[in-house]
Nanobody, 117 residues
Framework: QVRLVESGGGVVQPGGSLRLSCTAS????????MRWYRQAPGTERELVAE????????NYADSVKDRFTISRDNLKMAAYLQMNALKPEDTAVYYC??????????WGQGTQVTVSA
């Protein structure tokens, strides 16, 4: 059974940090690109960061560059999103996504991140 389970969300003050984790099972993790998306109320889901299956390439949305860092551990079948210098506009539900580059992708259930004073 394929599963992606996110954890690490919560409430944090502006300028604070959170580390999201995504634990995978049931598929060949190492062959999948790992991505983090987010969706705020009333907005479309947006791609925040991605880490290629080869492990050689990462990409970030302009809004999070130099603040967020994506990583992955193929042995643990996990992906992470370190979020620093958080802003209120980072408030959203964050989703883990695995994509094989062709026609197969999986989604987690999402974890809420709230940045508020």
């Amino acid at each position: 059974q394929v599963r992606l389970v996110e954890s690490g969300g919560g409430v944090v003050q502006p300028g604070g940090s959170l580390r999201l984790s995504c634990t995978a099972s049931g598929f060949a993790f190492e062959w999948f690109h790992m991505r983090w998306y987010r969706q705020a109320p009333g907005t479309e889901r947006e791609l925040v960061a991605e880490f290629s299956a080869t492990g050689r390439q990462t990409n970030y949305a302009d809004s999070v560059k130099d603040r967020f860092t994506i990583s992955r551990d193929n042995l643990k079948m996990a992906a992470y999103l370190q979020m620093n210098a958080l802003k209120p506009e980072d408030t959203a539900v964050y989703y883990c996504n695995a994509f094989d580059g062709r026609n197969t992708e999986y989604w987690g259930q999402g974890t809420q991140v709230t940045v508020s004073a």
